[in-house]
């Protein structure tokens, strides 16, 4: 192997591709970045044996061959180099890659070309384009809420379900939170299987570190989902999961129930008040009251070593509710997941699922379970 590529232009891809690697454990092949050369491209691969990512770009190549070299090294290497041309040649004996750049020189040595494994290829038949800012937005307003355990199998994934109404609901869950986006993209509710798609939470944020604001194609076979940029440089494929995904309209046609009770509120405000409420919870107290009267919501909380807090926000209110519990922290959190000025807390019940909705996000519901409230300082979570 032998190339001449200039550093500006492949360093986003080294980086992307470094993001993947684990830093230090795991198997050589896993930590090693693959450099191959071939017509007049240079592509970059690494893999965490789950995640694969892959980009071409423009090279020089005298000699075409791959090469696997610790992948923190040499792009660390890379990155600290000046702009400008770099040149990459592989030893006759195929143990060391040379990197030279005007009169400074660097040898890594390189794997084992048998450890090599063939990366899965971009399904081109029937493959849509997708916005890639809309796609992170989705990922953020729905990952919060979704269980960090890998153990528990489906609340562990995003789900991505094409509904009969043309739409697409987008799902998250962890046991006491819920949120849901939906959105009409016709192309993709026609590439989705029936039943959806699940992906795993730890694969997304990798995904959102790749995904750029400007337009990528999407495609799925029947274990992975693939990402390509529009330019056809880059591919990031994650594997799907296969496991029963909870059924959520049970909770969510309680929102619609005529005997709920409502409360709507500025949401900047509630997020300021919850904000330094929050400055009073504790450990075995981590909740904010509610406690309901006509025109306004007076908030409360207290630590039995920080003191106790009390404010008021004005609201519109209707229903039978008197007093309820919500984790503070959680709250704040799901609020600023929200754009629009005002905010509704649909309540079932001081145990039942609240749901939020706001009139500027139209298509976007969380669902947050109360504290059950034990006594006046402690409280247990339920469950969705």
């Known amino acids: 192997m032998y190339l001449k590529v200039f550093k500006e232009d492949v360093i986003d891809g080294l980086l992307k591709a470094a993001n993947i690697i684990p830093a230090k454990t795991g198997a050589a092949y896993l930590r090693s970045i693959w450099l191959k050369a071939e017509g007049n491209t240079l592509q970059i691969l690494s893999t965490d044996s789950n995640i694969e990512f892959s980009g071409n770009y423009t090279a020089e190549v005298t000699e075409e061959g791959l090469a696997g070299v610790q992948g923190r090294a040499f792009v660390d290497l890379v990155k600290k180099m000046p702009a400008g041309e770099i040149t990459l040649r592989l030893e006759e004996d195929g143990k060391n890659l040379l990197i030279e750049q005007g009169r400074k020189r660097y040898k890594l040595p390189v794997n084992e070309v048998t450890w090599f494994q063939n990366f899965s290829d971009f399904p081109e038949a029937n493959s849509v384009y997708w916005s890639g800012d809309f796609l992170q937005e989705v990922i953020d307003k729905i990952s919060f809420c979704i269980s960090d355990e890998d153990t528990m199998e489906a ?39 029936e039943d959806g798609i699940l992906l795993q939470k730890k694969y997304l ?9 400007d337009e990528i194609e999407l495609n799925i076979d029947n274990k992975r989902l693939f990402f390509r940029t529009g ?5 990031f494929t994650i594997p799907l999961s296969y496991y029963q995904y909870p059924d959520y309209n049970s909770f969510l046609s ?23 409420l929050l400055i009073f ?49 959680n709250l704040i959190e799901i609020l600023n997941h929200y754009q629009s000025e005002k905010l509704s807390f649909i309540l079932t019940g001081t145990e039942g699922p609240c749901g939020l909705r706001g009139n500027d996000d139209p298509e976007y519901t969380v669902i947050i379970m109360p504290m059950k409230i034990v006594e006046e300082t402690y409280y247990s979570e339920e469950e969705v």
Not at 205 to 213: I, P, Q, T, V
Not at 259 to 269: G, S
Request: proline share 2%; with cysteine; charged share 30%.
């Open 254 to 276: 309680r929102l619609n129930s005529e005997d709920v009770t409502k409360l709507t509120v500025d949401r900047k405000l509630m997020i300021d008040a919850l904000d330094r």
């Open 281 to 329: 919870n504790t450990d075995n107290n981590r909740c904010t009251y509610f406690t309901f009267n006509g025109s306004e919501v007076e908030l409360a909380s207290q630590g039995q070593e920080v003191g106790i807090a009390k404010e008021y926000v004005d609201a519109e209110f209707s229903g039978d509710i008197e007093k309820i519990a919500f984790p503070t922290r």
């Open 205 to 213: 944020n990798e995904l959102k570190k790749w995904l750029g604001g």
């Open 231 to 235: 330019d056809k440089r880059e591919v």
């Open 155 to 193: 609340i562990a994934c995003l789900s991505i379900k094409p509904m009969e109404d043309q739409y697409i609901e987008a799902c998250g869950l962890n046991g006491h939170q819920f949120s849901m986006q939906r959105f009409l993209n016709d192309e993709l509710h026609a590439l989705l299987p």
